[in-house]
Each structure stands twice: as structure tokens, then as C-alpha cells.
């Protein structure tokens, strides 16, 4: 479970951001997390709450999160389609041979203040 490492660096980005643009208040976070990941949200939802618990600049902050699709195109036949629903063969040919356009992401879309 490498969710509680990664949530807590990114709640570090989001402090050191706010320190430097003198902001005293967090509304939410919006992230955006690719789900060939392997990172799992209901975990960030989870332990976000234990993340910020103490910090003043969290007081009453949301987290918000998209997953972003695993996307791949074929190298074979240039199908595209989603990894994870196809199991990594493409619908099309069958073929494995792929190259990966999205969801692989882990991003802090945005911070509101």
C-alpha cells in the first residue's frame, strides 16, 4: 500500500506551494491518478483525513480526485483501447505490442485556496 507515501508527499507539495504563495488556507486538493497505477482512491479518501490531521492549512479541506484511463495504442494495428479492460491485448488483433497514452499519471491537478 503505497498510497499513505504518495498522499503524504503530495500534502507536502501542497504545503510547501501554499508557504511560498503566503496562503494560510487549503479548500481542497484535486488530483488526477492514472489507474495503471496501481494506486487504489479509496485509500486516499481513506487516509487523507490521518494526512492533514493537525495542520491548520488543511482545517476543513476537501480532496478531490479523477481517474484517468489506461489508454493504449496497438503497434500492430493502431486500435486504441483500454488496458486494463482489454487485459493489455488489443481487441482488435490480439497483439500485447502497445504503446501507453495515459494512466500512468499521479498529478495535483489543482489547489484551492
Known amino acids: 500500500m503505497h498510497e ?8 507536502r507539495t501542497v504545503e510547501r506551494i501554499a508557504a511560498e504563495n503566503k496562503v494560510n488556507r487549503v479548500r481542497y486538493i484535486s488530483l488526477e491518478i ?14 487523507f483525513p490521518v ?5 491548520p492549512l488543511f482545517e476543513g479541506a476537501e480532496l ?6 489506461g489508454q493504449a495504442l496497438c503497434r500492430d494495428c493502431e486500435a486504441l483501447y483500454n488496458v486494463l479492460r482489454c487485459e493489455g491485448r488489443c481487441p482488435k488483433c490480439g497483439s500485447r505490442e502497445k504503446t501507453i497514452l495515459g494512466g500512468q499519471e499521479f498529478l495535483i491537478k489543482e489547489i484551492a485556496y
Open 4 to 11: 499513505l507515501g504518495v498522499l503524504t508527499e503530495a500534502v
Open 34 to 47: 492514472g489507474e495503471l497505477t496501481g494506486y487504489l482512491p479509496v485509500f486516499f479518501e481513506k487516509y
Open 51 to 55: 494526512v492533514v490531521e493537525n495542520k
Open 64 to 69: 478531490r480526485m479523477r481517474t484517468v484511463r
